[in-house]
Antibody
Framework: QVQLVESGGGVVQPGGSVTLSCAAS????????VHWVRQAPGKGLEWLTV????????YYADSAKDRFSISRDNSRDTLYLQMSLLRAEDTAIYFC????????????WGPGTMVTVSS | QSALTQPASVSGSPGQSITISCTGT?????????VSWYQQTPGKAPKLVLY???KRPSGISNRFSGSKSGNSASLTISGLQAEDEADYYC???????????FGTGTKVTVL
């Protein structure tokens, strides 16, 4: 079935780095834009970044543009999010989400991976 | 870009209708018919329930409907059922570097 599955979360020290992965299956990954969205504990959803289907275009939220980097490997059906200089406020569940063919809608979400920034 | 404003909680009895509002600005909701709504139950990923203001994805009950007026959008759930108890988030495309802005979220309780 159509699905996304994130991995790579865990406990990271302040100032550290981590790379999250999102494995896609059940659809033609290379034809979809994909996004990262996060949710701090007990808080709402926050859009972070998107990458176009071919990887040529990337856009970032103001909160992500200086420290986060999105990339994809269409040969591996995998999306990535590199995060650096992590702060306590980056503690959150990180979701990857597929953009629908109609555009500007997140129609498939992964279950998320938790990143905890703590010493 | 600030989050869209939603009421923190809305409740209703089974069979009743409830409406969740989502207020933005002319930099987001007011400028684009790109409003979507997501349902999230505890410990789960969000699930799309409406897009394009009032379109339902395949498999979503016609008890869910949406509208938009000016800088605000709304989600109405009619014939409220116990399974509708969840958090609901609106989302809009936005002008600026932060392309999408979510609402603050509304907890729906079925009494």
């Amino acid at each position: 079935q159509v699905q996304l599955v994130e991995s790579g979360g865990g406990v990271v020290q302040p100032g550290g780095s981590v790379t999250l992965s999102c494995a896609a299956s059940g659809f033609i990954f290379s034809t979809s834009a994909v996004h990262w969205v996060r949710q701090a504990p007990g808080k709402g959803l926050e859009w972070l970044t998107v990458i176009s289907d071919d990887g040529d275009y990337k856009y970032y939220a103001d909160s992500a543009k200086d420290r986060f980097s999105i990339s994809r490997d269409n040969s591996r059906d995998t999306l990535y999010l590199q995060m650096s200089l992590l702060r306590a406020e980056d503690t959150a569940i990180y979701f990857c989400a597929r953009e629908s063919v109609v555009g500007d809608v997140f129609d498939i979400w992964g279950p998320g991976t938790m990143v905890t920034v703590s010493s | 870009q600030s989050a869209l404003t939603q009421p923190a909680s809305v409740s209703g009895s089974p069979g009743q209708s409830i409406t969740i509002s989502c207020t933005g600005t002319n930099n987001d909701i007011g400028s684009y018919n790109v409003v979507s709504w997501y349902q999230q139950t505890p410990g789960k990923a969000p699930k799309l329930v409406l897009y394009g203001v009032n379109k339902r994805p395949s498999g979503i009950s016609n008890r869910f409907s949406g509208s938009k007026s000016g800088n605000s959008a709304s989600l109405t759930i009619s014939g409220l059922q116990a399974e509708d108890e969840a958090d609901y988030y609106c989302c809009s495309y936005a002008r600026g570097s932060t392309l999408y802005v979510f609402g603050t979220g509304t907890k729906v309780t079925v009494l």
